[in-house]
């Protein structure tokens, strides 16, 4: 006879290999629920822990569990996001403070090509069409006109397209880029994935360029294979950010082919003069900007039957983009992408006049009865940095020069509003005379300012 540890042994090597045979068996004809292959499983190691325990024992222990008594099995729930919105945009006005026109692609959509607005060298893209057989043209990303507004808070900008897509709405991504220093590498993007009827975060993203890789070796000028990694950080995704309210989108009201954009003033610093541009796309990738550095030619394809050896569309489709037009400054027309001067797009008329820039002069001089004015004989002192601050003397750093054997630094082509001189590194052997400091000043349209810096022999 066997022992009782025996039968138990037993017993668990019967249960175990029945358990496998049953589960063997019914995997080829049999497909088990999540819930049922849960409670198999339950059973089985509970009839194996029970029978462990009676060998360990050595009596007889009852289940008070049974079976169809299992706890159901429940997935934890998806965390959602709280947000919270203080503030939204208002109406964005009527006036257009700055603009642009593009090309018009519809008349040639059935040709299957663009005549005018490609430039791929340059960085303009006429592309509104899908890749390859270039048989399907969107109305709906060949982007007309774009214009811009701003107030103490919104940057408002107003992308209109030729039409709707096939749903009767606008269903492309729509998209601002920011060039705060005017130098052809975009600094800001921001962009609305199917904006809807009302003003909603949902779709909107603000990127940033951070380290200065936007635009390659060359700023606008194709000079691929693309050396950094574009926009690289996203600093606010359909109101998740440190600002809830940093960006919206909607449809305009009035006219359901403008894609209305506002993005608040401060995301781009509140800066007084930048260059922008507009963007109509089926996706965007921050990340491959520029896109003629990001692509070859070859790779990108081209809209242009002109270009026929690389006719038709290929990597970069279902895109298209305006110039860059100014806001704040009078454009000399060698900004990088800047419209086309004085040919069309120009900035419509407004009741104001549009200002004119000016010119401020700093001089730095040896104040030798230390009184902070100048008198005959006080001379200039050279080899003094100027910088000239925008608003206040912490404002951003607009130009900085080394004074000449004069004393003399001069900015020109200041547009006209508020600023500040000071002195960024002095004369050697030089300090500012004691009481006085930088001098902030309003610069007139078209006016002219020069600021004296005094400065004192310092003593050891």
């Given at each position: 006879m066997f022992s009782l540890k025996k039968k138990m042994w037993f017993v668990v090597l019967v249960l175990f290999v029945g358990t496998m045979f049953l589960s063997a068996c019914e995997l080829p004809f049999v497909i088990v629920s999540?819930?049922?292959?849960?409670?198999?499983?339950?059973?089985?190691?509970?009839?194996?822990?029970?029978?462990?325990?009676?060998?360990?024992?050595?009596?007889?222990?009852?289940?008070?569990?049974?079976?169809?008594?299992?706890?159901?099995?429940?997935e934890n729930p998806t965390a959602t996001v709280q947000i919270t919105h203080n503030m939204m945009p208002s109406e964005p006005g009527a006036s257009r403070e700055s603009s642009m026109t593009d090309a018009d692609t519809s008349p040639y959509a059935s040709e299957k090509r663009a005549v005018g607005g490609e430039n791929f060298s340059s960085?303009?893209?006429?592309?509104?069409?899908n890749a390859q057989t270039m048989d399907i043209y969107h109305p709906e990303l060949d982007i007309l006109q774009a214009w811009l507004n701003i107030d103490s808070t919104w940057v408002y900008v107003m992308i209109r397209v030729e039409g709707s897509d096939s749903n009767g709405t606008l269903g492309g991504s729509y998209g601002a880029e920011f060039?705060?220093?005017?130098?052809?590498?975009?600094?800001?993007?921001?962009?609305?994935?199917?904006?809807?009827?009302?003003?909603?975060?949902?779709?909107?993203?603000?990127?940033?360029?951070?380290?200065?890789?936007?635009?390659?070796?060359v700023p606008?000028?194709?000079?691929?294979?693309?050396?950094?990694?574009?926009?690289?950080?996203?600093?606010f995704n359909a109101?998740?950010?440190?600002?809830?309210?940093?960006?919206?989108?909607?449809?305009?009201?009035?006219?359901?082919?403008?894609?209305?954009?506002?993005?608040?003033?401060?995301?781009?610093?509140?800066?007084?003069?930048?260059?922008?541009?507009a963007w109509a796309q089926d996706v965007f990738h921050p990340e491959w900007f520029d896109y003629n550095d990001h692509f070859t030619i070859e790779e990108a394809g081209s809209p242009l039957t002109t270009q026929s050896q690389y006719y038709p569309l290929k990597a970069l489709a279902a895109v298209d983009n305006t110039c860059r037009w100014v806001f704040g400054f009078v454009?000399?027309?060698?900004?990088?992408?800047?419209?086309?001067?004085?040919?069309?797009?120009?900035?419509?008329?407004?009741n104001t006049p549009l200002p004119l820039p000016g010119t401020v002069t700093g001089v730095v001089y040896y104040d030798m009865n230390g009184n902070a004015t100048r008198q005959i004989g006080e001379y200039g002192l050279a080899n003094a940095t100027v910088g000239l601050f925008s608003g206040s003397c912490s404002g951003s750093l607009v130009a900085s020069r080394t004074t000449n054997s004069s004393g003399s630094v001069s900015f020109s082509g200041i547009t006209p509003g508020t600023y500040c001189l000071r002195v960024t590194s002095a004369p050697l052997g030089y300090v500012a005379t004691y009481g006085t400091g930088p001098i902030t000043f309003t610069l007139a349209s078209a006016g002219t300012y020069t600021g004296y810096l005094p400065y004192t022999i310092y003593i050891y």
């Open positions: 999540r819930s049922e292959s849960y409670q198999q499983t339950i059973v089985a190691l509970e009839a194996t822990s029970t029978a462990m325990q009676l060998i360990a024992s050595g009596g007889v222990i009852e289940s008070t569990t049974q079976p169809d008594q299992l706890p159901a099995v429940t960085g303009f893209f006429e592309r509104p069409f060039d705060i220093d005017s130098d052809g590498r975009g600094d800001y993007l921001v962009f609305a994935k199917s904006p809807a009827a009302a003003w909603s975060v949902d779709g909107v993203e603000v990127w940033q360029d951070t380290n200065n890789d936007v635009g390659h070796v606008k000028i194709t000079d691929p294979p693309q050396g950094g990694d574009g926009y690289d950080t996203r600093l109101g998740q950010g440190n600002d809830a309210d940093l960006a919206w989108a909607r449809i305009d009201p009035a006219n359901p082919q403008v894609a209305q954009i506002a993005i608040k003033y401060s995301a781009i610093g509140n800066d007084p003069a930048f260059m922008w541009g454009p000399t027309g060698n900004e990088p992408g800047i419209c086309s001067l004085p040919a069309t797009p120009t900035p419509e008329p407004t």
